[in-house]
Each structure stands twice: as structure tokens, then as C-alpha cells.
């Protein structure tokens, strides 16, 4: 009983039955394919718990596990870095909300736990978008209705 460093599992004792095993690693990209087929030995029941950083929306494992949990004997379950705040500490949590303010686009992942918007590609608006002089924050009437308008303009971007 106990850790497997070669093959990294934990192997623990259950009350009724064989002893149960606990792998615990990453995952190499080129290993994705391989999941489904490791909870396979039959006469055990199986449990596969999946913890990465939120995938884009056409990830594999966003259709294997919907928001809505429509997938049977599948769920998914959000977290945020917050939900992780004892094991992880504050000034963790301060540096990593420095790294990624409020805005930023892996904010979403890294600390809200909300999938997509993944830093994949070019940037369309490269170079032409500053944040300091494009965008601020405005007061806005409680009662007013909210319009949104935008522009992909290359010279000069811009959403009211």
C-alpha cells in the first residue's frame, strides 16, 4: 500500500474487495486519446477524476463534460482558485490576480475556473489595441438601457 513512484498511483486498501488504485500525474498532450481506455479492468467500479485548467469550448474534454452535465455518468464541476485558497495561500492567489487582472483573457481560466478564450493564435488587433488609452471604466444610469456597438476597424478598434 501506499505510493507507486514508477508508475504514479496510490494504492489503498478497500473495505470489501481488491485494493484500489489512485494514479496521479499530467497528462502528455498525445495521451488524450488514452483515457476512456484506462478505467477498464473489469468486476471494479471506476472513477476518473479530470482536473486541468478550463479547455477552450471545442476541447474534447468540454464535450465529454458539458456545463450542463448532460453526458450520462459524467459531471462536471466548476471551481474557482478561490474554492482552493487554503492549500494554496494568499500570496499566491495576490500574484496570480496581479498576473491576470481583471480584463485580461486567462483570467477567466486561471482564476475564475470558466471555460474558452484561450491565448490561441495571433491577436487580430496586435499592436493596434492599447489598453490605458482605449478603454476605462464609466459610470452608468442604474435605470438606462445598456447598448452595445462595436467596430473591427484595423486602425482604430472600438466598442461603446
Same mark, same amino acid.
Given at each position: 500500500?501506499?505510493?507507486?513512484?514508477?508508475?504514479?498511483?496510490?494504492?489503498?486498501?478497500?473495505?470489501?474487495?481488491?485494493?484500489?488504485?489512485? #494514479?496521479?500525474?499530467? &497528462?502528455? !498532450?498525445?495521451?488524450? *486519446?488514452?483515457?476512456?481506455? +484506462? @478505467?477498464?479492468?473489469?468486476?471494479?467500479?471506476?472513477?476518473?477524476?479530470?482536473?486541468?485548467?478550463?479547455?477552450?469550448?471545442?476541447?474534447?474534454?468540454?464535450?465529454?463534460?458539458?456545463?450542463?452535465?448532460?453526458?450520462?455518468?459524467?459531471?462536471?464541476?466548476?471551481?474557482?482558485?478561490?474554492?482552493?485558497?487554503?492549500?494554496?495561500?494568499?500570496? #499566491?492567489?495576490?500574484? &496570480?490576480? !496581479?498576473?491576470?487582472? *481583471?480584463?485580461?483573457?486567462? +483570467? @477567466?481560466?486561471?482564476?475564475?475556473?470558466?471555460?474558452?478564450?484561450?491565448?490561441?493564435?495571433?491577436?487580430?488587433?496586435?499592436?493596434?489595441?492599447?489598453?490605458?488609452?482605449?478603454?476605462?471604466?464609466?459610470?452608468?444610469?442604474?435605470?438606462?438601457?445598456?447598448?452595445?456597438?462595436?467596430?473591427?476597424?484595423?486602425?482604430?478598434?472600438?466598442?461603446?
Amino acid at each position: 500500500m501506499g505510493w507507486n513512484a514508477q508508475e504514479q498511483y496510490y494504492e489503498i486498501a478497500t473495505v470489501a474487495g481488491p485494493t484500489s488504485r489512485i #494514479y496521479a500525474r499530467g &497528462l502528455k !498532450a498525445s495521451e488524450d *486519446a488514452a483515457l476512456k481506455a +484506462r @478505467r477498464s479492468q473489469p468486476g471494479c467500479p471506476h472513477q476518473m477524476l479530470l482536473t486541468p485548467n478550463p479547455p477552450h469550448h471545442d476541447h474534447w474534454l468540454a464535450n465529454e463534460f458539458p456545463e450542463d452535465n448532460a453526458h450520462p455518468d459524467h459531471r462536471y464541476i466548476r471551481t474557482t482558485v478561490y474554492d482552493n485558497r487554503a492549500a494554496l495561500g494568499e500570496a #499566491y492567489i495576490q500574484a &496570480l490576480e !496581479a498576473a491576470y487582472p *481583471a480584463g485580461s483573457v486567462l +483570467r @477567466r481560466r486561471f482564476i475564475e475556473g470558466l471555460r474558452g478564450l484561450s491565448m490561441v493564435g495571433d491577436p487580430v488587433f496586435g499592436g493596434y489595441f492599447q489598453r490605458l488609452l482605449h478603454a476605462r471604466q464609466v459610470e452608468m444610469h442604474p435605470a438606462a438601457p445598456l447598448f452595445e456597438g462595436w467596430d473591427f476597424g484595423h486602425g482604430h478598434p472600438c466598442v461603446v
